[in-house]
T-cell receptor
């Protein structure tokens, strides 16, 4: 099956803890993205990557970090510096036709 | 600050009627426009895209674009209860290499009643 796999589906973070959200795609897309969605709000771009070993900050990158060591993988780390991490996190990938396809999302909550 | 505005709703339409969802955007240089459907607790799913002024039809869905008025809309004909969801408008005004930095609206919640 072609698609984007996010894990885990639910994640809980303790105070001061870093947590990592996984995103894997087998669509052979160059570009990958991380968005955050809060209740009643639109999607906000955290980070994006156009190619392996390259990534750029989005609109709300503070408190987050990413890596792109493989074309298929784009993990997101929510660091302890992110003081309000509770949100629905969405990973997406896109080909040259500008269409973005999303994974199933990870709901992150604070204990 | 690029903005995409949508009425949050809920927009309530009876089954079989036409649902009309609207979106305005602030960046006149925007080139590409997308509609995503999002069911509660699920991820967005691309249902329509449009690049040129005018109408684009795909099954029960029609996207309409008016760049002069900075307005894009989505019409859903013969609305079904399964169409009940939040519809997100997304606009791409910046294309950086292979990346598309979409700006999303907050979405309009559609309720199709029996």
């Amino acid at each position: 099956d072609g698609g984007i796999t996010q894990s885990p589906k639910y994640l809980f973070r303790k105070e001061g803890q870093n947590v990592t959200l996984s995103c894997e795609q087998n669509l052979n897309h160059d570009a990958m993205y991380w968005y955050r969605q809060d209740p009643g709000q639109g999607l906000r771009l955290i980070y994006y990557s156009q190619i392996v070993n390259d990534f750029q900050k989005g609109d709300i990158a503070e408190g987050y970090s990413v890596s792109r060591e493989k074309k298929e993988s784009f993990p997101l780390t929510v660091t302890s510096a992110q003081k309000n991490p509770t949100a629905f996190y969405l990973c997406a990938s896109g080909g040259p036709n500008e269409k973005l396809f999303f994974g199933s999302g990870t709901q992150l909550s604070v204990l | 600050q690029k903005e995409v505005e949508q009425n949050s709703g809920p927009l309530s339409v009876p089954e079989g009627a036409i649902a009309s969802l609207n979106c305005t955007y602030s960046d006149r240089g925007s080139q590409s426009f997308f509609w995503y459907r999002q069911y509660s607790g699920k991820s967005p799913e691309l249902i329509m895209f449009i690049y040129s002024n005018g109408d684009k039809e795909d099954g029960r869905f029609t996207a309409q674009l008016n760049k002069a008025s900075q307005y894009v809309s989505l019409l859903i004909r013969d609305s079904q209860p399964s169409d009940s969801a939040t519809y997100l408008c997304a606009v791409n005004s910046v294309r950086t290499g292979t990346a598309s930095k979409l700006t999303f609206g907050t979405g309009t919640r559609l309720q199709v009643t029996l």
